[in-house]
C-alpha cells in the first residue's frame, strides 16, 4: 500500500520532472483554514523543469470514484485511493495544521511534511513542496479540485 504521508511528494518524484511556483490565491492565508476543509481531488502533479511547471493530469484507477485528501475541521485529512474495481485500497488519516500559507502534515509520532500554499480558493488547492533528491533540490507540485 502506498504511504499517503509521501504521497504528495515522493510519488511525484517518479514523474522525473523539475518545479517552481507562483503564489496565487484569491482571498490570503487569514482565510485557509477554512477554505480547505472539504473532499478534494487529486488533478494533477508534476515539478519545474528549466523555469516552467510541468505537469501531468492525475490517473484515477476507478471510473466513477476519484483519489482524494479530505481535510477535517478537527485537524484530520484522511486521503483514499481506489482500485481500478473503484475498491478503497489506501486509507490513511493525518494530523495537519495551517499557519499562513504553510500546511504542516504529520503522522502520529512519525514523520512531518511543510507544503506551501500557492492556491487555495473555491475550486482548487496547490501545493508545492520543497525535497532533496539524490543531492537535487526539487519543488514538487500537487493540484486539487473540490469535489
Not at 29 to 44: D, H, M
Not at 126 to 145: A, H, N, R, W, Y
Request: hydrophobic share 35%; aromatic share 10%.
Amino acid at each position: 500500500m502506498k504511504n499517503h504521508f509521501f504521497y504528495l511528494s515522493i510519488v511525484l518524484l517518479t514523474f522525473g520532472l523539475f518545479t517552481s511556483c507562483s503564489s496565487d490565491d484569491d482571498s490570503g492565508s487569514g482565510s485557509f483554514n477554512e477554505q480547505i476543509l472539504g473532499k478534494w481531488a487529486y488533478s494533477q502533479a508534476g515539478m519545474v523543469i528549466e523555469g516552467q511547471e510541468v505537469l501531468e493530469n492525475w490517473e484515477h484507477l476507478c471510473a466513477s470514484k476519484k483519489d482524494h485528501s479530505e481535510f477535517t475541521s478537527n485537524g484530520k485529512v484522511i486521503s483514499t485511493e481506489y482500485d481500478s474495481d473503484c475498491t478503497e485500497f489506501d486509507v490513511e488519516t493525518l494530523n495537519y495544521s495551517i499557519s499562513g500559507d504553510k500546511l504542516t502534515v504529520s503522522e502520529e509520532g512519525g514523520m512531518t511534511q511543510t507544503f506551501t500554499i500557492k492556491t487555495l480558493n473555491s475550486s482548487t488547492l496547490k501545493l508545492t513542496l520543497t525535497e532533496e533528491f539524490e543531492g537535487v533540490e526539487m519543488t514538487l507540485i500537487t493540484i486539487f479540485k473540490k469535489m
